[in-house]
């Protein structure tokens, strides 16, 4: 391929922060923004020394690679845009606010033979990544995904803004199917829910427990994992991983013994390196670390999770 032609929609706050890295990589043509909102598009352009157009279908026309960043309910729309103008996508979590839209795209992008990464950052983090080497079978886990209200996200519940990021980690940590739900979640102070809890058990019997709040006092994103000799326990806000192991002294009648440490990781950027795995997976036609069919995976977990909140 010569030089890369990329492209950014959306530039919100999020969709911002993905046109200032693809502003500071190097060996690639970043050509362009497109937002709805034309001043906000224009400063971003400015700002990253790229322009501004007014509509996603001209930008497309232009770039090998988008990075799509528009609002959940708009994520079917403009990406299908995007494969049919044969472009490679990275689409921010959540893959798409319905299902069957998510199958589509997922359908469109194997059969077009594009790239096709969801945003799920945190697959990326560097505590995960240090973590991810260390379980084999996990038994139990219990996610805290917390915040204060931000006003970002509310066109959508908390399952599908917050709790989707556990969900997908969840998912690939166990890599067994999802047996019975058993789920609760209210509105606080938008429409849709704002805190829920959800309790998943999976074939291999493994379970995982996991609350997300956009409407708590304080910010806290922990994960604990326990598997039969393991237990792991990582702080994304502290960027600490803790690890007890039971170890077995030499001597005979000797019981078994807990030994433990922290691990201190690097804070990184983890928007950054998911956005760089996004581009050397275009160059090399390579396969994302979280495909479309993972974030489809999580996006049918997150339904199930919703549905059952609704029944009760």
């Given at each position: 391929m010569?030089?890369?032609?990329?492209?950014?929609?959306?530039?919100?706050?999020?969709?911002?922060?993905?046109?200032q890295?693809?502003?500071?990589?190097?060996?690639?043509?970043?050509?362009?923004?497109?937002?709805?909102?034309?001043?906000?598009?224009?400063?971003v352009?400015?700002?990253?020394?790229?322009?501004?157009?007014?509509?996603?279908?001209r930008?497309?026309?232009?770039?090998?690679?988008?990075?799509?960043?528009?609002?959940?309910?708009?994520?079917?729309?403009?990406?299908?845009?995007?494969?049919?103008?044969?472009?490679?996508?990275l689409?921010?979590?959540?893959?798409?606010?319905?299902?069957?839209?998510?199958?589509?795209?997922?359908?469109?992008?194997?059969?077009?033979?594009?790239?096709?990464?969801?945003?799920?950052?945190?697959?990326?983090?560097?505590?995960?990544?240090?973590?991810?080497?260390?379980?084999?079978?996990?038994?139990?886990?219990?996610?805290?995904?917390?915040?204060?209200?931000?006003?970002?996200?509310?066109?959508?519940?908390?399952?599908?803004?917050?709790?989707?990021?556990?969900?997908?980690?969840?998912?690939?940590f166990?890599?067994?199917?999802?047996?019975?739900?058993?789920?609760?979640?209210?509105?606080?102070?938008?429409?849709?829910?704002?805190i829920?809890?959800?309790?998943l058990?999976?074939?291999?019997?493994?379970?995982?427990?996991?609350?997300?709040?956009?409407?708590?006092?304080?910010?806290?994103?922990?994960?604990?994992?326990?598997?039969?000799?393991?237990?792991?326990?990582?702080?994304?806000?502290?960027?600490?991983?803790?690890?007890?192991?039971?170890?077995?002294?030499?001597?005979?009648?000797?019981?078994?013994?807990?030994?433990?440490?922290?691990?201190?990781?690097?804070?990184?950027?983890?928007?950054?390196?998911?956005?760089?795995?996004?581009?050397?997976?275009?160059?090399?036609?390579?396969?994302?670390?979280?495909?479309?069919?993972?974030?489809?995976?999580?996006?049918?977990?997150?339904?199930?999770?919703?549905?059952?909140m609704?029944?009760?």
């Amino acid at each position: 391929m010569s030089m890369m032609r990329v492209g950014v929609i959306g530039v919100g706050y999020l969709g911002r922060l993905h046109a200032q890295k693809m502003a500071s990589f190097t060996g690639l043509r970043f050509v362009g923004v497109c937002d709805v909102n034309p001043a906000r598009g224009k400063a971003v352009a400015e700002e990253c020394g790229t322009a501004f157009f007014d509509s996603h279908r001209r930008l497309l026309s232009e770039v090998d690679a988008v990075s799509i960043a528009v609002p959940t309910t708009e994520h079917y729309r403009v990406a299908i845009d995007a494969m049919r103008a044969d472009v490679h996508v990275l689409l921010e979590k959540p893959i798409t606010a319905r299902l069957r839209e998510a199958r589509t795209l997922v359908r469109e992008a194997e059969k077009r033979r594009l790239v096709f990464q969801i945003g799920h950052v945190e697959r990326f983090n560097p505590a995960v990544l240090a973590a991810a080497s260390l379980l084999t079978e996990p038994r139990f886990i219990e996610c805290h995904r917390l915040g204060p209200f931000g006003g970002r996200g509310t066109d959508v519940d908390v399952v599908l803004d917050l709790m989707i990021h556990d969900l997908d980690l969840i998912l690939s940590f166990v890599r067994s199917p999802v047996l019975r739900i058993h789920a609760v979640g209210v509105p606080v102070i938008s429409p849709n829910v704002d805190i829920a809890n959800a309790r998943l058990t999976f074939a291999n019997g493994c379970v995982a427990n996991v609350t997300a709040s956009r409407v708590s006092a304080r910010k806290q994103r922990k994960i604990r994992i326990f598997q039969e000799d393991t237990y792991v326990s990582m702080d994304f806000v502290e960027h600490t991983i803790q690890i007890f192991r039971r170890t077995y002294p030499r001597g005979p009648g000797n019981p078994p013994e807990i030994s433990g440490e922290i691990l201190e990781t690097q804070k990184g950027d983890s928007l950054r390196d998911e956005i760089r795995s996004f581009l050397d997976c275009v160059r090399e036609r390579g396969t994302p670390r979280v495909s479309g069919s993972d974030g489809l995976a999580a996006l049918e977990a997150a339904f199930r999770i919703l549905r059952r909140m609704r029944r009760r």
